[in-house]
Nanobody, 128 residues
Framework: QVQLVESGGGLVQAGGSLRLSCVDS????????MGWFRQAPGKEREFVAA????????YYSDSVKGRFTISRDNAKKMVYLQMNSLKPEDTAVYYC?????????????????????WGQGTQVTVSS
């Protein structure tokens, strides 16, 4: 069973960078697609980026494309989100999630309901 724990959040000035990490402390990480979502106060959870189990397919939301990079290391059971050129509107709690319903899925999924296992979230605050 996948058990996800995020880290790396914090307070950063606009234009700065952060790298979020998500580790699986359970089992099965390498066979699942992974995603990052975020939720700002008073807003719905929003898709950020996703990567297939092999890393061969990646997809980003338009709001982060060109600024954020998702990657994974299956040997370490980790997925990362490198965030550059941060903006105040990137402020949110960031969650990693695993697509546990369908191992070895060859296409990325971007809908929150497709992800069956979630971490507890890490806060990212970008000051102007």
């Amino acid at each position: 069973q996948v058990q996800l724990v995020e880290s790396g959040g914090g307070l950063v000035q606009a234009g700065g960078s952060l790298r979020l990490s998500c580790v699986d402390s359970g089992r099965g990480f390498s066979i699942y697609g992974m995603g990052w979502f975020r939720q700002a106060p008073g807003k719905e959870r929003e898709f950020v980026a996703a990567i297939t189990w092999s890393g061969s397919n990646i997809y980003y939301s338009d709001s982060v494309k060109g600024r954020f990079t998702i990657s994974r290391d299956n040997a370490k059971k980790m997925v990362y989100l490198q965030m550059n050129s941060l903006k105040p509107e990137d402020t949110a709690v960031y969650y990693c999630a695993a697509d546990v319903a369908r191992p070895f899925r060859s296409t990325v999924v971007v809908t929150a309901t497709d992800f069956g296992s979630w971490g507890q979230g890490t806060q990212v605050t970008v000051s102007s």
